[in-house]
């Protein structure tokens, strides 16, 4: 039994991992039914399960879902429950654990509480370590998050661990790859030629994932350095646009394009990549960059770190330094060697390191390792 919050966790992250899981033991997903597309898109042999688990803390709707899912445990008797994101792991541990299902297993992939203060932190924080004990097993999706959670004390040290070189579901490298054509094509779309430097953006947009640092730091680059240009691509979060444009006011290149199902064309027509977040579990958006061929300019924070190979694959940058960002961006913008070097050591990188095929096979290989010979039935569904 795989729980998420929200059927895009399974679309974004999930779904190469429950086409190979589903070769060697019965799925069964369990989300929010946010739209009816969910069940379209599941591989074959994954069933899906609709419980209205929702992101924002709701004390009844939590309480039904919580409910819920202790019936849905107890109908089908799971030997194993593996849930992503933090309030489907905190509402399934618990059921897991009432519903005595032997094998528990969370994934983190960032805490929501690294960037607050005061009692928020301490709330959040605690709920992490509530998920961490009620599970029997825990994964971090990066080396760096691992080292973290380990030193806040969420998480004891023989109780977590981290799948190769980590990422929740690595990068699809027949989506992501460089590309001529559509670079071409998307570029000219945008108004841009061979010679003007294209900086990105992929992400949600809200403050803790830098943006507004990003357009600070750009437009004293962009002052200076009249060739560069900022694509911001994502779902606006927090009503941020408005403050964007007011920021961006006279500064003809900076575009605001909105959210999109296919980030790859703007990774393929970029020159560098921008993720400037103040929290990150691990930062996947680099690794697909990467497999473009795109280096990246991101903050030095547990995450993003194992994602960016510093002065490699791209450049480090501590957290908020908006001045060390404009420097960085003017210096990509300068020097066309360093992009070329930077992006081809990169695709290298995320081809070596993070490719789909051998992070998923790794999660499959630790999955059917805990289930051992009880493959029958659901996912560890018992005899």
């Not at 000219?188 to 992929?202: E, I, Q």
């Not at 240009?229 to 646009?241: F, H, Q, S």
Request: aromatic letters at 6%.
């Amino acid at each position: 039994m795989v729980v998420v919050a929200v059927p895009m966790t399974v679309k974004a992250f999930l779904l190469p991992y429950l086409e190979q899981l589903a070769k060697v033991c019965h799925v069964t997903v369990v989300c929010a039914q946010e739209d009816g597309a969910l069940r379209e898109v599941l591989p074959a042999g994954v069933d899906f399960r609709p419980v209205d688990i929702r992101r924002a803390i709701s004390p009844l709707a939590d309480a039904r879902a919580l409910t819920g899912l202790i019936g849905l445990m107890r109908a089908e008797k799971f030997s194993l429950v593996h849930s992503v994101t933090p309030k489907a792991g905190l509402l399934s541990m618990l059921a897991a654990l009432v519903s005595e299902t032997p094998i528990r297993l969370h994934m983190f992939t960032g805490q929501v509480w690294a960037t607050k203060r005061g009692v928020p932190r301490w709330v959040l924080k605690k709920l992490d370590a509530l998920i961490a004990l009620c599970a029997t097993h825990v994964l971090a999706d990066s080396r760096s998050q691992m080292a973290y959670l380990l030193s806040e004390k969420v998480v004891c040290s023989g109780k977590i661990n981290v799948l190769g070189n980590g990422s929740i579901s690595g990068v699809d490298l027949q989506r992501f790859r460089p590309d001529p054509e559509l670079r071409r094509r998307v570029r000219s779309r945008l108004g841009y030629g061979d010679d003007d430097v294209l900086a990105l953006f992929v992400g949600r947009l809200n403050r803790d994932k830098g943006v507004l640092d990003l357009v600070q730091a750009f437009l004293l680059a962009s002052a200076e350095q009249g060739n560069l240009a900022l694509l911001v691509v994502g779902p606006d979060e927090e009503g941020l646009r408005p403050v964007i444009e007011a920021m961006a006011t006279g500064n003809s290149r900076l575009h605001l394009l909105g959210g999109t199902s296919t980030p790859e064309e703007y990774m393929a027509a970029a020159d560098v990549f921008c993720l400037p977040s103040y929290r990150e579990g691990f930062g996947s958006v680099i690794i697909e960059a990467a497999a473009c061929g795109v280096p990246a300019i991101a903050s030095a924070i547990y995450g993003l770190t194992d994602a960016v190979e510093d002065g490699k694959s791209g450049c480090l940058h501590p957290v908020g330094d908006v001045m060390r960002m404009a420097r960085l961006l003017q210096q990509f913008a300068r020097e066309p060697g360093l992009r070329t070097s930077m992006g081809a050591y990169a695709r290298q990188r995320a081809m070596a390191d993070f490719a789909s095929g051998t992070v998923v096979a790794a999660q499959v290989e630790f999955i059917t390792g805990l289930l051992g010979g009880a493959l029958g039935g659901r996912v560890g569904a018992q005899e």
